[in-house]
């Protein structure tokens, strides 16, 4: 990767880059969620489910942290500044003219509107040959949260704590910055006019701490990875992807006001 001061679009990655990077980012999650987390979970006092979620935390932290080396290698600084025009953090911008256009965010719509269909009407097909198939990748008991949904995490605050941690490192600072940040400005020199559904199955695959799930998140990343390509503004990628962040919250907030389970 270039040590230069600026690193124009046109410096794009070779293939091995790119799965280089998916691999920092992937590998990791799924040993911490295939090996760490069983290893550990009986030997902790925290709920299993706690205990799963705080090392996925890990996992995505990891990927600030790998996201911040390659910015500096490539930048030469970790200005804002920089960083923010080699990872697309702008408004939306005209394909045409290459000018702010803040009134292209309407494209948020349509993008909102095909990844609810995905996880709320399609994930369903399209996950289940996976677990049909092999058997051995069904989620283990740990893994679903909806078991935190029980009445002795009432009035328990701190896992708010926890959701917007995992938050700001799922949409924002880890998965984000990583997946359509870093890796998707470089990805047309591979991938051509296709870069953006590349990246959506980079993404999905980037899930092997979770590989029941992948094909719904392949689909529901091509609305995420589009509008931040077509509009060069990774702001639409974050907004987009964020939105399934605002459930959790709204569950995490149930279940600590006791309006959840019982």
Do not use: C
């Amino acid at each position: 990767m270039s040590t230069q001061q600026t690193s124009s679009q046109d410096d794009q990655y070779t293939l091995w880059q790119i799965f280089s990077i998916w691999a920092l980012a992937a590998l990791p999650m799924a040993l911490l969620a295939w090996m760490v987390a069983p290893a550990v979970i009986p030997y902790v006092p925290l709920p299993p489910g706690i205990t799963y979620w705080l090392l996925i935390i890990v996992g995505m932290v990891w990927q600030f942290v790998v996201s911040l080396v390659i910015m500096y290698r490539e930048l030469g600084t970790l200005r804002w500044s920089a960083i923010r025009q080699r990872t697309w953090l702008q408004s939306p911008r005209d394909p045409k003219t290459d000018q702010p256009n803040p009134k292209l965010s309407w494209w948020l719509l349509p993008a909102f509107l095909f990844a609810a269909l995905v996880g709320f009407g399609l994930a369903g097909y399209l996950d289940a040959p996976v677990t049909w198939l092999f058997p051995a990748l069904r989620p283990a008991p740990f893994v679903d949260q909806s078991q935190l949904a029980t009445p002795e995490f009432q009035g328990q605050w701190w896992l708010l704590g926890i959701a917007l941690a995992s938050g700001l490192f799922n949409y924002f600072l880890g998965e984000e910055f990583l997946f359509r940040g870093v890796l998707l400005p470089k990805m047309r020199g591979v991938f051509g006019k296709y870069d953006w559904g590349a990246n959506a199955v980079l993404f999905g695959f980037y899930h092997l701490h979770k590989p029941w799930m992948i094909p719904s998140i392949i689909a529901g990343s091509l609305a995420i990875a589009w509008p931040a390509r077509r509009f060069h503004s990774n702001w639409m990628a974050v907004i987009v992807h964020g939105v399934e962040g605002v459930f959790m919250f709204v569950g995490i907030l149930a279940v600590i006001l006791g309006l959840a389970g019982g």
